[in-house]
């Protein structure tokens, strides 16, 4: 099993272990002891970056490991590995925006089932609770931007391999995605529109 380093940390740089790297398809999939990568996988992108002199393509999760796509075999021992700084910010600060609009969701009643924190294509999914009020873009959108304005702090717990991810005193979510530290690291949120099809509700938004 690949341990997933940035469950618990925020590096972009680190020292790691290769464990194997097999020919595939005109590239190459290595597998590391550790990654600082993040795979594809929870509404997320994957990162890229470099392994050494390797370009790292892709990253995906292959059952219990998870394997970094590279354009040039690397040994097996140590290696330094550096992530794209500027991809992963992007994909860090829309995915905590998808957590506040989930968050603003659910304070009128509404459970979020489904989210997909591509860049231009941001969207979280909900359905009607039993308690469930009317949602407008301009009531999530007030209520993103004083969450943002409070730069509440992010809380991570790891419990048997289950994380959980919040902001300030907000519900947390299971999730195993990167996300910013402190809210004011978000930016602009911008609520682009809301569209209700068979009982879901999708809240679409950008960053500017």
Known sequence: ??????FTHDHLN???EVLGCTPFDNQFA???????????????PC???????????????EGDRIVHYVDRPVAPGA???????????????LHSAGHLIGNAGETLGWM???????????????????????MDAEAIQRQVDQ???ANLPRNMALDEGTREVGFGELPAYACGGTHVQALGDVGQVTILALSEK???????YTLD
């Open 30 to 44: 290595v597998v590391l002891q550790s990654t600082i990568f993040h795979p594809q996988d929870g509404g997320q």
């Open 1 to 6: 099993m690949t341990q997933r380093l940035f």
């Open 14 to 16: 680190a020292e790691l």
């Open 112 to 134: 979020p089932i489904k989210a997909h924190h591509w860049p231009g294509e941001g969207k979280i999914t909900f359905i009607r609770g039993t308690s469930a009020q009317p």
């Open 79 to 93: 290696i330094q590995a550096r992530v794209d700084e500027d991809r992963r910010n992007l994909h860090t600060r």
């Open 147 to 149: 969450w943002i304005a």
């Open 47 to 61: 990162d890229t970056g470099w392994l050494g002199e390797s370009q790292v393509l892709k990253v995906v999760q």
């Open 198 to 204: 068979k009982g879901a509700l999708s809240v679409r």
